[in-house]
């Protein structure tokens, strides 16, 4: 096949031995093929900002954010010092969803990009939010574990899939309440290849990080329909929401807030009353940024749809690449930190065929994750 497409676009000569325009065509779709491929992530960017809502109305009939109950530190049955922000001043937090029995995935972080704590000259620090265990052993393991490493933070709720919502309004709550000053907080799933210099990197070029207003940033899901089957675990009915779509939101897999983006969801959050069955936890941060007046940014580094095969130079790119396992994680993170950054033309050659191939994989069946 590719010897018949160079076939095509081999030069070629009428009777008069005048040249065709076959040749021009053939070196125009090259370079068109080039350009998109070094422009990816910018072709997605726009698509995907073409077809999001354009403004957001605050929800009619939610409670003012002075109703909010504060958060308390007695809501939480573990956690580090309420202090820890106020003494290191982080400019980024990064909130790690994770179960109690992830203790690999946890110490993967850790020895990976969760042990970093100054990145582009910046402080950054990295917590574990989780539920309540319902095997006492895990329990246990889990109170050695905060004593030892003091990163975890426990709510006063069972930790199961269903009530991941409730461990998202937690972790709001707590980084609302103990890290106010806080420029951004990140939420990471624990599955989640997280680089907090790619994001610190795309913060500063795009715009000056201290005039930012709101900023949710991510992986923009658009027009996602309410899944209505009572067998799947997504299932939503229409008691609990009626309207036919959600609005546009960033995937749970990792998203930012800016500081006025967290106190406006956080507060709303806080003061909607949550319907039952819970909405998925992503779809419900959707719905607390929608009330707060706040739009979705999408971000093309942010993974969230078919799986990125693995490529030095687009890891290095890329802000987060979800469903990596504990020991991909570390084998990854140290072949992306064992050189130096990657030229600009590497980069974005690298980015452009993790994309390509990524699409390809997910339109041949091959395994994705939202």
């Not at 809501?75 to 179960?99: D, G, H, N, W």
């Not at 003091?150 to 930790?159: E, N, S, T, V």
């Amino acid at each position: 096949m590719l010897g018949r497409g160079l076939w095509v676009c081999k030069p070629r000569f009428g009777k008069r031995g005048i040249r065709t325009g076959l040749p021009v065509l053939c070196a125009v779709s090259a370079t068109a093929v080039l350009l998109a491929l070094l422009f990816t992530d910018f072709i997605e960017l726009w698509v995907t900002s073409m077809r999001m809502n354009a403004a957001v109305e605050p929800q009619v009939g939610i409670f003012p954010p002075q109703s909010a109950v504060p958060t308390r530190p007695e809501e939480f049955l573990l956690m580090p010092s309420p202090l820890v922000c106020q003494r290191a001043k982080p400019y980024l937090i990064t909130m790690v969803i994770s179960a109690p029995a992830n203790q690999r995935a946890r110490q993967a972080i850790r020895d990976t990009w969760g042990g970093e704590v100054q990145v582009r000259g910046l402080r950054v620090m990295t917590f574990f939010m989780v539920g309540v265990a319902s095997d006492p052993g895990l329990t246990k393991l889990l109170i050695e574990e905060a004593r030892e490493r003091g990163d975890l933070i426990q709510g006063r709720f069972l930790d199961s899939y269903s009530n991941l919502t409730l461990k998202t309004l937690s972790m709001l709550s707590w980084g609302r309440r103990f890290c106010p000053q806080v420029h951004f907080m990140a939420k990471v799933d624990d599955d989640v290849l997280f680089n907090p210099g790619a994001l610190l990197h795309f913060l500063n070029k795009s715009r000056n990080p201290y005039e930012r207003g709101d900023l949710y940033l991510g992986r923009v899901h658009l027009r996602v329909a309410p899944d209505r089957d009572p067998d799947s675990k997504h299932y939503l009915p229409s008691g609990a929401y009626a309207p036919s779509v959600f609005p546009d939101y960033c995937s749970g897999t990792a998203y930012v807030l800016s500081r006025s983006a967290l106190l406006k969801i956080s507060l709303a959050a806080s003061a909607s009353p949550l319907s039952t069955p819970l909405p998925p936890e992503d779809v419900f941060v959707g719905l607390c940024a929608r009330a707060a007046g706040v739009l979705p940014s999408h971000c093309p580094l942010f993974s969230g749809g078919p799986v990125m095969p693995f490529g030095r130079c687009c890891y290095q790119a890329m802000v987060s690449i979800h469903n990596i396992p504990p020991k991909k994680m570390l084998q990854y993170w140290a072949d992306i930190q064992s050189s130096q950054p990657c030229a600009w033309l590497s980069a974005r050659a690298s980015l452009g065929l993790c994309k390509i191939r990524a699409m390809l994989g997910y339109a041949l069946g091959l395994k994705s994750t939202l």
